[in-house]
Every structure is written in C-alpha cells, then in structure tokens.
C-alpha cells in the first residue's frame, strides 16, 4: 500500500455528524405525513422511532422508521404518486443508509470522506433508478387492463422470478 493510499488516524469526521444526518432525515420523514394531516401515527410511533435510530442507529428502530412511514404514506387517500410519497422515497433511502453507515462506526470514531463515496454513489444510482420506476408508473394506465395484459404482466412477473431464482442456485 503507497502512502497516499493511506488514511490518516484522527482525520475525517466525527461520527456523531452522521448521527445528526440521521436526526435531520428523520425529522423531514416527520414532517411529510404531519404535513398530509396524519398526527396519531406520526407522534405516537414514528417520532419515538426516530428519535431511538439516532440513539440506536444498528437497532430495529430504523426499520421501524422505514415500515411506519411507508404505511402512513399509504393510509391518506388520493394519487399514490403524489408529491408527498415521492419526497418520502429519497429521504427513506437516504435515512436508512445513513443508519447502516452510523451503526457500523463508533459513537467516538471517524469517518473519512473518502468512505462515503461508494454508498453516496450507489444511493444516486438507487434514486436514478426510482426515479425511471416512477416515470414509468406515472405513464401506465390508470384504468382497467385488458386481460390479456394482466396475463402477460404476470407470466413475465414469473419468469423474472424464476430467472432470479435460477441465478441464485448457479452461484
């Protein structure tokens, strides 16, 4: 290993600058669903959760983050891509990956920049990706479907998970 290859003990920052992301990232994840009228779940089991993966990033709490959002995004009736779930998408992703980063480094550590670039790109090619999902969700069809489309949604909904089965079993 060359030294500019090295990482320098003592630098980076600190690992409680990724427990403040969490906070941050939480706190607007709170923010959405307040926002669209929902306040029971949201004060009562999403707040509490939030607060325990700054606490507890590697706990189940931060799961509990992701489930309840999703859900409280579900109950207000209305577009399923309206703007408000659509801003939930990159802010849930955002907030669990930051978790899995914070719950793998000590309270007292450091983080080098350097670390980051690896999750931070896979993160923007995970919102390009959604982001093409979403535009092709919007262009679909809102009304009934022929059957014979269903039938073929299906039979190709099948094979792709035969295939992923099939690659899993050759490795």
Not at 62 to 88: F, H, I, S
Not at 107 to 136: C, I, K
Not at 148 to 165: K, N
């Amino acid at each position: 290993m060359s030294t500019k290859d090295a990482l320098l003990v003592g630098r980076g920052m600190p690992a409680l600058v990724l427990r403040l992301a969490i906070l941050v990232v939480g706190v607007a994840i709170v923010v959405v669903p307040l926002r669209e009228g929902v306040t029971v779940g949201t004060l009562v089991v999403l707040l509490p959760a939030v607060l325990a993966s700054v606490y507890a990033p590697a706990s189940p709490a931060p799961a509990g983050v992701v489930v309840v959002a999703a859900a409280l995004a579900a109950l207000p009736d209305g577009d399923p891509l309206r703007v408000e779930v659509l801003v939930l998408i990159p802010l849930v992703h955002l907030f669990h990956v930051t978790c899995g980063i914070a719950g793998a480094i000590p309270t007292t550590g450091r983080v080098h920049l350097r670390a980051l670039r690896a999750p931070a790109s896979r993160f923007l090619l995970v919102q390009g990706v959604m982001a093409v999902v979403v535009l092709l969700a919007a262009w679909l069809p809102t009304g009934r479907n022929a059957p014979l489309v269903e039938a073929v949604a299906l039979v190709g909904l099948a094979g792709v998970a035969l295939v992923t089965v099939w690659l899993q079993r050759v490795k």
